[in-house]
């Protein structure tokens, strides 16, 4: 299939129309080359809706929440506590109060590790028991277990991964026994584009009590995300993945558990009273917010929340997905091109790894970038991934409700020209 006869997909929004709204994708980089951002993955662009109720909070509501009587007070109160409602509704949890406000997914997965750390019964983990994780997970998905482990002594277990990206799951009985307690993983992988059988992992963790732990950050801003259908314990993702601003994550739990495990982090605002003795809580979620939370970020996160659900998260998913068949079917025209990950574009996220040739990726991302074309580079804070496939790194380049065929088309063109640079 060449530029000139292949087909343009089915299903696409009217992105013309979609990315007026996005100030930065007018950039030109590079002497007035046109800038096409194809590093969606590691971070969305903007639109102008989310700056505005950035600007408007700071211009007209700034004040610090909660507490204050004051106008100001009040209507950023308003403001940050608006925001919870609406990523609550985004992700169909049954309370508000189940959505906590973390500075990123990272920081949600260590609250979620350190709770399991100092636990009770029968949620501690501890020598004797088992962490599951896959081979597939971002580093913020390893290393706050790998801390919990080293700390308590539980046992790290994990899914590896099959030849053609997928988890393998055919020793689930084995991995997933009646010594695990929690199981955390991630929906979609951030490298290999994979959508996970969740239905599957989690009613194995059901079956022997474990708590599950998803890490949505790949998914929330891509698909529906549904909570309630995920039959999660815990789900983390972060705002800047998804037109949101940087500085504010999630954490959805189900309120039984958040009532019953201990705080992460302690200061104002997450306690009820304080003595020089001791101190008691507040209900969740501020008993997981302590301090001066990221008010201005919650409020772009939420007017992100608003700018997605007005498209629909099923007609950008399917943009995505018709995005991501002709970005298949195009590379798979380049000479000497190996896509890392699953090579149907079927049940698959719309984020596409691969090798060129010999050519290392951070000299396939260079050349990229004088052409104007952003890309990532490197093992994408998944080294295990990486070392699975026996490659020292890969290039990315992840799509979103904004990237068009003719951005596919510029990098098919620009991976040619790399071909010829070091050819």
């Keep these: 299939m060449t530029q000139a006869n292949a087909a343009l997909p089915a299903g696409l929004l009217d992105t013309e129309t979609i990315r007026k709204d996005f100030p930065l994708l007018d950039r030109t980089v590079h002497d007035g080359k046109q800038l096409v951002y194809l590093d969606n993955a590691a971070s969305s662009q903007k639109p102008r809706q989310v700056l505005d109720a950035m600007s408007d909070y700071y211009e007209r509501h ?57 636990a009770d019964e029968p949620y501690r983990v501890d020598a004797g028991t088992d962490i599951v994780i896959t081979e597939m997970e971002h580093h913020s998905n390893i290393v706050p277990w790998q801390f919990l482990a080293q700390r308590t002594g ?20 084995e991995v997933i026994t009646e010594r695990t307690k929690v199981v955390s993983f991630v929906l979609v992988s951030n490298v290999l584009g994979t959508v996970n059988p969740y239905e599957e992992i989690v009613r194995r963790a059901q079956q022997v009590g ?76 501020h008993k997981f917010e302590a301090g001066t939370p990221p008010i201005a970020q919650a409020v772009g996160l939420g007017a992100a929340v608003d700018y997605l659900a007005g498209i629909g998260m ?6 995505e997905h018709a995005i991501t068949r002709y970005a298949l079917d195009r590379l798979s025209t380049v000479p000497d091109l190996r ?30 970038d004088e052409q104007g074309i952003a890309v990532r580079v490197g093992h994408h804070c998944a ?3 990486c070392l699975r496939y026996g ?11 904004y990237s068009t065929p003719a951005e596919v088309d510029a990098l098919v063109a620009g991976l040619e020209y790399v071909r010829g640079f070091f050819g």
């Design 391 to 401: 490659i020292p790194a890969t290039t990315r380049a992840s799509f979103y409700l």
């Design 314 to 319: 099923e007609r950008i998913a399917a943009h």
């Design 154 to 173: 539980a046992t790290l277990k994990w899914f590896g991964l099959t030849d053609d990206g997928r988890l393998d799951l055919s020793n689930i009985d």
């Design 339 to 368: 896509i890392i990950g699953p090579v149907s574009g079927e049940d698959r996220g719309a984020t596409i790894s691969f090798t060129l040739a010999d050519i290392h990726p951070h000299d396939v991302g260079q050349v990229l």
């Design 62 to 118: 700034h004040a610090n929440v909660h507490r204050g009587v004051h106008v100001l007070a009040e209507e950023a109160t308003a403001l940050y506590e608006g925001a919870r409602d609406k990523v609550a509704a985004f992700i169909n949890a049954p309370s508000r109060d189940e959505v906590v406000f973390t500075k990123n997914a990272s920081e949600s997965l260590n609250l979620v590790a350190n709770m399991l750390g100092w």
């Design 383 to 385: 080294r295990p991934v």
């Design 210 to 285: 474990a708590l599950v732990v998803i890490d949505a950050s790949q998914a929330a801003p891509h698909m529906p995300l549904d909570v309630q259908a995920l039959q999660a314990d815990f789900v983390a993702f972060t705002g800047h993945k998804m037109c949101g601003p940087t500085g504010i994550g999630v954490l959805w739990g189900r309120q039984e558990l958040l009532e019953d495990l201990p705080p992460f982090l302690g200061g104002g605002e997450m306690i009820e009273t304080v003595t020089m003795s001791a101190s008691t809580y507040a209900p969740a979620p």
